[in-house]
């Protein structure tokens, strides 16, 4: 049995739990929650960086961050399935994937602004750099959005996984200036049931 050291917020621990359903790998996950803030945790000693997810495999190997746990299940799983063999459609999703964490941790770090930093002590700068970066992925994707393949890809998991981390953050005001996005989103949310089992509501 693996265990999925993560927390039920976090939306890179959620595209591991999407993407183990999605590989047929969900019953062999055991998810325990994990405190980054926590000196004591021992997610500190899993991951050194202290983030999260973290997977423990059966023989005590620790595996992080996010894009490598999703690649090491999809090798378990026998390979080619959410990343694909083809190398145009391998880039395709590893440059998907890479956009959607970017949009993720520009996201995280306002969060982090509001949450950790008094508000007379907020740099507006920093802000208004990191909303660029959020509004710039964002328009990118709603002027194309991707494909939705029949077994989505580590791309698509990912934009699945930001688009509903800004709706849990950001009181889903996204919405009104993407309905390509919304479009797409009802689509993956239809096809792959462990995304509403992983939604966590505020």
Not at 53 to 73: C, F, K, M, N, Q
Not at 121 to 142: I, Y
Not at 169 to 191: G, K, N, T
Request: glycine letters at 6%; hydrophobic letters at 45%.
């Amino acid at each position: 049995m693996m265990i999925l050291r993560s927390a039920a917020p976090s939306p890179f621990g959620r595209k591991v739990r999407i993407g183990a359903d999605v590989l047929g790998l969900a019953a062999d996950v055991e998810f325990e929650p994990a405190d980054v803030v926590d000196p004591n945790d021992s997610v500190r000693r899993q991951n050194p960086l202290g983030k999260i997810p973290v997977l423990l495999i059966e023989d005590g190997t620790a595996i992080y961050d996010s894009r490598v746990v999703l690649e090491y299940l999809d090798h378990r799983a026998g390979g080619g399935r959410i990343l694909p063999r083809d190398w145009d459609a391998r880039l395709a999703a590893l440059r998907l994937q890479a956009l959607c964490d970017g949009i993720l941790d520009a996201s995280i770090l306002l969060i982090y602004e509001g949450r950790w930093r008094a508000a007379d002590k907020h740099e507006p700068k920093w802000v208004a750099h990191q909303t660029d970066k959020v509004a710039r992925g964002m328009a990118m994707l709603e002027a194309a959005p991707p494909a939705l393949d029949a077994t989505p890809d580590v791309g698509q998991i990912t934009l699945a996984c930001a688009l509903g981390y800004l709706d849990f953050r950001f009181a889903r005001r996204w919405r009104s200036e993407h309905p390509r996005l919304v479009a797409w989103l009802d689509r993956f949310a239809a096809q792959v049931p462990a995304f509403a089992a992983t939604t966590v509501h505020a």
